[in-house]
C-alpha cells in the first residue's frame, strides 16, 4: 500500500477501505509517514468529507494506537459523559456524585487543559487535599465500592489523535466534522466506556456556534458511538450565555455544592438533570426518562448525592467539610461588585468574552505553563432574560489584583441590556440513533 494512492483516492471523493484508514494511522503514529503526505490527506479529507464506515475506521484505528483502558473488572454499565466545552460548565462536577448516588458506576478520567477556567480536576483542587493520583487498582476499587472517583490521564491513549490533532491545527484541518467527531470519539472508546453521553453545546462560548453545526456534529458522533458497539446519545445544550452564575474554579465547586443540595441556578440544574436521566437510562437504572427524574430528584432531596459527594472528596483525600462550609475553599483577596449602568432586561451575556474576562483574572490557561488562580472568578447575578435596575450588581468579580479596570470593561461590552429579551432555550435537541 502506499501513501500516495490513499491521497489520491480520496482526493477523487472515493472513500477508503478499513485497510487504508488502518495503515495511515499506524503509518502516521509510528513517524513512517511524513507530516506533507498526511497534511494533504486531511485537506482531502476536509474537502471530500468520510462516510459513516469511514468515520468508524478512523476511530477505531485511532483507538488502537495505543493502550486502551479496560474498566471490565469494575460491575455495570459504565456510561461516560462528554461536553465540547463551554464556559462555567459546571455540569460533571454535579453529575459524577449525583448518578453514583443511583449506583451507577462513575469511572471518570480527566485532564486539566486550557481554557477559560481549569478542568475538572482543577476544579476538584480547590478542595484542599484533593488528589488524583490513584492506581489503576485503587481508581477500580473505589468505583466497585463507592460507585465513583477521578484519575488524571495516563498511560499512552490515543496517540494517533494527539499527532493528527496537532497537525490539523497548523494546517487548517481541524474544523472537519469527520475529522472532530472521531477525534472525540476515539478519547471515550479509549478511556474505557461502555456507553456514552453527549452534550454538543452551540452559541457563542462553544466550539459549534450555530445549531446546525452542533447537529451535525451531534449526529455524526452518535453515529459512529452506535456503529462500533457504545450506545450513544447526544444532548445539544444552549451555551449563548455562561451556564450557571459561576465561573472559576472554587467557585464553580460552590457553585456544584449548592446544586447537589437543590439549590442551584435553574439552568445548570436543568441540564444535570437532562443528562443524569439519559445516563440513568442508558445504564439501565431506569426504565423511563422521567423515572429516572424522578429518582435523581429523590437523592438530591434526601441528601444522598451531597453525601456522595463528600465521599468522593473524602475517598482521594480532600476535606470533605467545605461542603458544610463553602468558606473553606480558596478564598479572592478581592469582591468587586460590578453596577449595571441602566435599568431592562439582560439581552445578552456573551459567554466566550465573560470566560476570556475569567481568564484574565487567572482562571484558566492559555499555556500548559499557566498556573491557574484556583480562587478567582465571575459570578453573574442576572441571566439572559432577567429584569435588572440601574446600580443592581450584574456581577461580582473575584480577585487577586486590585485594579480590575480591564476586566470590568469587557464585563460591561458583553452584557446588553434591552427593553425586551426572552431566556434562551436550554435544551436545544435530543439525538439519539433512532
Ligand atoms: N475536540 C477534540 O477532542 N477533537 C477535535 O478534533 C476538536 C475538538
Ligand atoms: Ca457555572
Avoid at 365 to 390: C, F, N, P, S, Y
Avoid at 415 to 425: L, N, S, V
Amino acid at each position: 500500500m502506499r501513501m500516495i494512492d490513499i491521497i489520491a483516492k480520496k482526493r477523487d471523493g472515493k472513500a477508503l477501505s478499513t485497510e487504508e484508514i488502518q495503515f495511515f494511522v499506524d503509518g502516521y503514529t509510528k513517524g513512517e509517514i511524513p507530516d506533507y503526505q498526511v497534511s494533504s490527506l486531511l485537506m482531502a479529507i476536509y474537502f471530500e468529507d468520510m462516510n459513516d464506515d469511514e468515520r468508524a475506521n478512523l476511530t477505531m484505528a485511532m483507538v488502537h494506537s495505543g493502550d486502551m483502558i479496560d474498566l471490565s473488572a469494575i460491575s455495570g454499565i459504565k456510561v461516560d459523559k462528554h461536553s465540547t466545552g463551554g464556559v462555567g460548565d459546571t455540569t460533571t462536577l454535579v453529575l459524577a456524585p449525583l448518578v453514583a448516588a443511583l449506583d451507577i458506576p462513575v469511572a471518570k478520567m480527566s485532564g486539566r487543559g486550557l481554557g477559560h477556567t481549569g478542568g475538572t480536576i482543577d476544579k476538584l483542587e480547590s478542595v484542599a487535599g484533593f488528589h488524583v493520583e490513584l492506581t489503576k487498582n485503587e481508581f477500580i476499587d473505589l468505583v466497585n465500592r463507592d460507585k465513583v472517583a477521578v484519575v488524571g490521564q495516563s498511560g499512552n491513549l490515543t496517540p494517533a489523535d494527539k499527532k493528527l490533532y496537532a497537525l490539523r491545527d497548523v494546517t487548517a484541518t481541524v474544523n472537519s466534522i469527520p475529522l472532530i467527531a472521531s477525534s472525540i470519539m476515539s478519547k471515550k472508546i479509549a478511556a474505557g466506556a461502555d456507553a456514552i453521553v453527549l452534550d454538543v453545546k452551540t452559541g457563542a462560548g462553544a466550539f459549534m456556534k450555530t445549531e446546525e453545526d452542533a447537529r451535525e456534529l451531534a449526529l455524526a458522533m452518535v453515529r459512529i458511538g452506535t456503529n462500533v458497539g457504545r450506545k450513544t446519545m447526544a444532548v445539544i445544550s444552549d451555551m449563548s450565555q455562561p451556564l450557571g452564575f459561576a465561573i472559576g474554579n472554587a467557585l464553580e465547586v460552590k457553585e456544584a455544592i449548592a446544586t447537589l443540595k437543590g439549590e442551584g441556578p435553574e439552568d445548570l440544574t436543568e441540564l444535570v438533570l437532562t443528562l443524569g436521566s439519559q445516563m440513568a437510562l442508558l445504564a439501565q437504572k431506569a426504565t423511563t426518562l422521567e423515572g429516572a427524574r424522578q429518582k435523581l430528584l429523590e437523592v438530591i432531596q434526601n441528601g444522598t448525592a451531597l453525601n456522595k459527594f463528600k465521599e468522593f472528596l473524602t475517598n482521594q483525600g480532600g476535606d470533605a467539610s467545605v461542603v458544610d462550609h463553602p468558606e473553606k475553599l480558596p478564598q479572592a483577596a478581592f469582591q468587586i461588585a460590578v453596577p449595571a449602568k441602566s435599568s431592562g432586561v439582560i439581552k445578552q451575556i456573551v459567554a466566550d468574552e465573560i470566560g476570556v474576562a475569567a481568564m484574565w483574572l487567572g482562571a484558566g490557561r492559555a499555556t500548559k505553563e499557566d498556573e491557574i488562580d484556583l480562587a478567582v472568578g465571575i459570578m453573574l447575578h442576572k441571566k439572559v432574560g432577567e429584569q435588572v435596575k440601574q446600580g443592581d450588581p450584574l456581577v461580582t468579580i473575584y480577585s487577586n489584583k486590585k485594579d480590575v479596570s480591564e476586566v470590568m470593561e469587557k464585563i460591561y461590552a458583553n452584557i446588553k441590556i434591552a427593553d425586551h429579551a426572552e431566556k434562551p432555550t436550554l435544551i436545544h435537541q435530543i439525538i439519539t440513533n433512532e
